[in-house]
């Protein structure tokens, strides 16, 4: 008895585990708005508006503590003024980021052209992306968690909102 196993090994840092909620997609489209999109059924549309941005909506996701901000900016002959901002403030993240990963984006017969951003590592916003037609219209969106970052214990839940992102890229179109 008082003889026993003569090594010990410590156990990683174990997590939560997340049970993630099956999901369809519904259609946002608000009046007056120049854009519309699909959204996951578990999230919701929480209008952020300002002076500058009028059509700044959140796509929030109550249950995983997760929020999407979402800004549309209208082109003005400044494409390229507006692209490298939002470039830039992606970019910001470099040092906290491990690396990040830039995927292209286009739908021709919507004339949607975008860019996705993931950051790599314990960056306070894993996921950015931005969208255009190159003439009208600009749309920008950033994930963010509300808590503190951490890549192991979030994984799941960003690789779930992840592909809501890519399904808002995708369905995005312009009025």
Not at 9 to 33: H, Q, S, W
Not at 126 to 143: C, E, K, M, P
């Amino acid at each position: 008895m008082l003889t026993s196993c003569g090594e010990y090994m410590p156990k990683p840092r174990g997590y939560f585990r997340i049970t993630l909620p099956d999901k369809e997609y519904v259609k946002y489209a608000e009046n007056g708005f120049p854009y519309s999109f699909e959204i996951a059924n578990v999230s919701k549309v929480e209008k952020h508006a300002t002076t500058d941005d009028p059509y700044w909506v959140d796509v929030v996701y109550p249950t995983l503590n997760a929020k999407i901000y979402c800004s549309y900016k209208p082109v003005k002959n400044n494409l390229h003024e507006i692209t490298e901002d939002a470039r830039n403030f992606v970019y910001k993240h470099t040092s906290k980021a491990d690396d990040i990963t830039e995927q292209p984006y286009a739908n021709d017969s919507l004339h949607v052209y975008a860019m996705l951003y993931e950051l790599k590592g314990n960056t306070a916003s894993n996921i950015q992306f931005v969208a255009t037609d190159s003439v009208r219209h600009f749309f920008r969106g950033a994930l963010y968690f509300n808590n503190t970052p951490n890549k192991d214990s979030i994984a799941p839940v960003q690789q779930f909102v992840r592909e809501d992102i890519i399904h808002i890229i995708e369905t995005l179109e312009w009025k």
